[in-house]
């Protein structure tokens, strides 16, 4: 069964450091997402991208995050200055289409910033 | 308030036992979707309901949804230790966004 998958599985970075998260979502799925957990709390929205432009941001998603589909697989967030509060579960999603097609998610990957 | 409260936040059952987990919206349900998430893993998509009365079943589990109430449960028959896990409900929002409610961790005693 095709699934979405995302490297790395952990990423340990300091302070202020760039980080790349990295996605490849299900071939034929059209729309992407990233969410993010941070440890005992919630699964927050952070973005969703269609047709190569941000369709919705949250407002957890500012200046220091940005996505790009630098090619016809992969779907990145980068975080450009990272901060202790960085320090999360990352998820990425894809879906086939709005509303009747559901969201599958990858496995996730952890950000540990020290 | 939160936007999706989900109850009980835990539950340990005895293996075989039936269960039902809750999740109540603050605001108009349009789709909600339920996932399960093992510890420190990715969300495995489950069921999605979006018409007012509509009930799915997956092998155990079946998800119903009250429009009215803006509400949905989820009901486990005969639990296994393989149904142990957190699951999530998810309500869809506009641009296509899921907020999730907080989750209820279920532990299944052999």
């Known amino acids: 069964e095709p699934e979405v998958t995302q490297t790395p599985s952990h990423q340990v970075t300091q302070m202020g450091q760039e980080v790349i998260l990295r996605c490849v979502p299900i071939?034929?799925?059209?729309?992407f997402y990233w969410y993010r957990q941070i440890l005992g709390q919630k699964v927050e929205f952070l973005v969703s991208?269609?047709?190569?432009?941000?369709?919705?941001k949250s407002e957890i998603f500012d200046d220091q995050f940005s996505v790009e589909r630098p090619d016809g697989s992969n779907f990145t967030l980068k975080i450009r200055s990272t901060k202790l509060e960085d320090s999360a579960m990352y998820f990425c999603?894809?879906?086939?289409?709005?509303?009747?097609?559901?969201?599958?998610f990858g496995d996730g990957t952890r950000l540990s910033i020290l | 308030s939160q936007e999706l409260e989900q109850s009980p936040q835990s539950l340990i059952v005895q293996e075989g036992k039936n269960l039902t987990i809750n999740c109540t919206s603050s605001?108009?349900?349009?789709?909600l979707y339920w996932y399960k998430q093992k510890y420190g893993e990715g969300l495995i998509f489950l069921m999605m309901?979006?018409?007012?009365?509509e009930e799915k079943s997956h092998e155990k589990i079946t998800a119903k949804l009250d429009e009215k109430k803006q509400q949905s449960s989820l009901h486990i028959t005969a639990s296994q230790p393989s149904h142990a896990g957190i699951y999530l409900c998810?309500?869809?929002?506009?641009?296509?966004?899921?907020?999730f409610g907080g989750g209820t961790r279920l532990m299944v005693k052999p």
């Open positions: 991208f269609y047709n190569n432009e941000i369709s919705e």
């Open positions: 605001k108009t349900l349009y789709g």
């Open positions: 998810g309500a869809v929002r506009a641009g296509n966004m899921l907020t």
């Open positions: 309901l979006q018409k007012g009365g």
């Open positions: 999603a894809s879906s086939e289409a709005l509303g009747d097609q559901p969201q599958h």
């Open positions: 071939s034929n799925h059209l729309y």
